[in-house]
């Protein structure tokens, strides 16, 4: 089977036309057609078929298919590999992160490490918590910054930083003027919490379990830029993740952030990849970069 034929299936599988297929590769459309019937034929059985006037995969098509991006994805980082085994600085490494480590952490990594390797790329993805490690663990990403240590034990997970969490309240709050606060204290304040399929929201919950008291949820948002709004408009306390540097009794657009005491009260933010595929040689130079930075800013014991 010629890869490019099977290019052909996978987009068209994927909802692309014949007509943009044909594009894409400049071939002519019925060059298009011709080339996915001989794989039909040379598999056997029916791949696609026709609906209106777009062609969807048939159930054979689609377990095919399931096997085939696996495939494909292999023979790409076989090919990527080899280009940057002959020039190893100038790969692309594919990185996701949470939304909450795209303003400090992963801008700073790669802003170090493009010091010594400048003419490595990046693409860059934010993911959600739900998705959970699913970008390495599929192949969509080498590497991904997120503070949910992953369950799928296909995917390996180091921590880079322990980020202190801190009480976000409006500037005319009766504990703004603190430097820190225990939790507790702010037990009959209404809370503006993340949605329950964000880590964090799990972790605000146990603290305030452990505080002594359920919390009073006046709002749930899935954004944290949102939930920071609406503490600044006078409307709930938050828990949130304290700012890179030592300003943590500062405002923060104009909520104010107060370290919590309590012990539990941080995050563990971390590196992930996939044990089943072997990064790339950029990648696997930017993974020894970000622990090498991560062991040299810990604090010492």
Known sequence: MESEILRYFQQIADGITVTEVAELYQVSQPGVSRSLKRLEEEIGVALLERSGRILRPTHAGMVFKKHLDQALHALDDGLAAIDELTEPETGTVRIAFQPSLGAWLVPSMI???????????????????????????????????????PRNPEVEWERLVSQPLCLAVPPDHRLADRSEVALREA????????????????????????????????????????????????????????????????????????????????RDVGLAWSRERHLLPSAELFRRHAMAVARRTAPST
């Open 111 to 149: 802003a170090s490490f493009r010091l010594k390797h400048p003419r490595v790329q990046f693409r860059l993805d934010q993911t959600h918590d739900r998705q959970g490690s699913a970008f390495v663990a599929e192949g969509r990403a080498d590497l991904l910054f997120t503070a949910r240590r």
């Open 187 to 266: 037990a009959s304040d209404e809370f503006v919490m993340l949605q329950p399929t964000w880590e964090l929201r799990g972790l605000a919950e146990e603290l305030c379990e452990s505080a002594g008291f359920s919390p009073a949820v006046a709002f749930e948002e899935n954004d944290m830029l949102v939930v920071r709004g609406l503490v600044a408009a006078g409307l709930g306390v938050a828990i949130v993740p304290a700012p890179p540097g030592d300003g943590l009794h500062a405002h923060s657009g104009v909520e104010r952030l107060i370290r919590l005491t309590d012990p539990a009260a941080f």
